[in-house]
């Protein structure tokens, strides 16, 4: 079945440094790759997503960047701060379903002030 | 703002127990999903509906099933609950496809 594998399972950067996370995706036909992050104790909420006609997005300190024919994608974040520590969760779309999301095992960040 | 709500925050239950988390949405989606999160898991989709009466499997169904009689509403109910079935559920909702989906504060149920 389709799967989406996510790595690391931990990262701890120092304030100021750079976080990469990457996601590997199964199915050739997703279109359609979100990052949610969770604060301790909160619910995930979308930070960015990026869509497959797209090579790369940019918000503020992060970004998205998308190799359809490797089939993965990454999470960059720039100049970490502290409140970007919490667990971040890739996902990508199942293709024939346009509702489901498969997601990732989730990476847990830890910046150290 | 879009506001998901659970109808508790922490739940215990005995095995055998039949049991009703329920999740409300106040803006009018058409899709709602049920998901399970574990440590080293990720969130695992149990059930998802995207109209009233309708619904889907995820890829964890079995133990599990939803009733979605009114668009704001969708409830996910274990039958006769086991302690494996001791996690967070997250409700969650979307418009549309390929839209965010908004999650509720999730429910930590413990079965015992």
């Known amino acids: 079945g389709e799967n989406v594998e996510q790595h690391p399972s931990t990262l701890s950067v120092q304030e100021g440094d750079s976080a990469v996370i990457k996601c590997t995706y199964s199915?050739?036909?997703?279109?359609?790759f979100p990052w949610y992050k969770q604060e301790l104790g909160k619910r995930p909420q979308l930070i960015i997503d990026?869509?497959?006609?797209?090579g790369e997005k940019k918000d503020q300190r992060i970004a998205v960047t998308l190799n359809k024919t490797a089939k993965h994608f990454s999470l960059h974040i720039t100049e970490t701060q502290p409140e970007d520590s919490a667990v971040y969760f890739c996902?990508?779309?199942?293709?024939?379903?346009?509702?489901?999301?498969?997601f990732g095992t989730g990476t847990l960040l830890a910046v150290q002030p | 703002d879009v506001k998901v709500t659970q109808s508790s925050r922490y739940l215990v239950k005995r095995t055998g127990e039949k049991v009703f988390l329920e999740c409300v949405q106040d803006?009018?989606?058409?899709?709602m999903f049920w998901y399970r999160q574990d440590p080293g898991l990720g969130l695992r989709l149990i059930y998802f509906?995207?109209?009233?009466?309708?619904?889907e499997k995820g890829d964890i169904p079995e133990g599990y099933s939803v009733s979605r009689e009114k668009k704001e509403r969708f409830s996910l109910i274990l039958e006769s609950a086991s302690t494996n079935q001791t996690s967070m559920y997250l409700c969650?909702?979307?418009?549309?496809?390929?839209?965010?989906?908004?999650f509720g504060p999730g429910t930590r149920l413990t079965v015992t």
């Open positions: 969650a909702s979307s418009i549309g496809s390929l839209r965010e989906q908004y």
């Open positions: 199915d050739s036909a997703s279109n359609y």
């Open positions: 990026i869509r497959s006609n797209v």
């Open positions: 996902a990508a779309s199942i293709s024939g379903a346009t509702n489901k999301l498969i």
């Open positions: 803006m009018d989606h058409e899709n």
């Open positions: 509906s995207y109209d009233v009466k309708m619904k």
